[in-house]
């Protein structure tokens, strides 16, 4: 269960889903992420490549913005930072948005998907992801509400200034600190 839980939040048991995308399965050797925008080096990884970067565990208390906390959340996955610093982000580049397979996207400063914890996941709680909770690969930026996390993760594409995602246009907020409980605008 969580240990402390933010303002407004009430804790669940259950790890709810919350799809506005629905996708058809991806075997992993299928997968690519691409990144792309204000960047040195524009990347596309396949699964093999993905992984060469080296994994790191992550546990946390994830957040959704509807008022759930699901406690003690286990990742494993490479930190996008990483992947990021071998695309080489052009010096103007300041925003970016996470996009889904599907066309989902997110929106959130660049130093927030560079910070530590960030992660390309595969895992969830010890096992493969499962499709529903977005495998093969999520995004998952544990220090935002959970709508940052994109599941079912594409590409990453760098701005030189501030852009918005599918929530952030219908009036969620630019970053979505659960502590500052920034939830719309
Ligand atoms: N592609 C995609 N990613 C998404 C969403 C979505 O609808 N589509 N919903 C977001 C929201 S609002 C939350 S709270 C979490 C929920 O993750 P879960 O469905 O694995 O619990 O995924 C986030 N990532
Ligand atoms: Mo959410």
Do not use: N
């Not at 925008?37 to 524009?42: A, D, I, L, T």
């Amino acid at each position: 269960m969580a240990s402390e839980l933010p303002p407004g939040q009430t804790a669940t048991r259950k790890f709810p889903l919350f799809t506005v995308d629905p996708a058809e399965p991806l075997a992993p050797e299928d997968f690519t992420l691409r990144v792309t925008g204000r960047v040195e080096r524009r990347l596309e990884l396949g699964w093999e490549e993905l992984r060469a970067h080296g994994e790191e565990p992550l546990a946390h208390d994830f957040h959704c913005v509807t008022g759930w906390t699901r406690g003690g959340t286990r990742w494993r996955g490479v930190p996008l930072a990483r992947v990021l610093e071998q695309a080489r982000p052009r010096p103007e580049a300041v925003w970016a948005l996470a996009w889904s397979r599907g066309g989902y996207s997110a929106s959130l400063p660049l130093a927030d998907l560079m910070a530590p914890g960030v992660l390309v996941a595969w895992e969830l709680d010890g096992a493969p992801i499962p499709h529903e909770h977005g495998g093969p690969v999520r995004l998952v930026v544990p220090h935002l509400y959970g709508w940052k996390s994109v599941k079912w993760l594409a590409k990453i594409q760098l701005f030189e200034r501030e852009v918005e995602g599918y929530w952030e246009m219908r009036g969620y907020h630019r970053r979505g600190d659960p502590w500052r409980e920034e939830r719309y605008g």
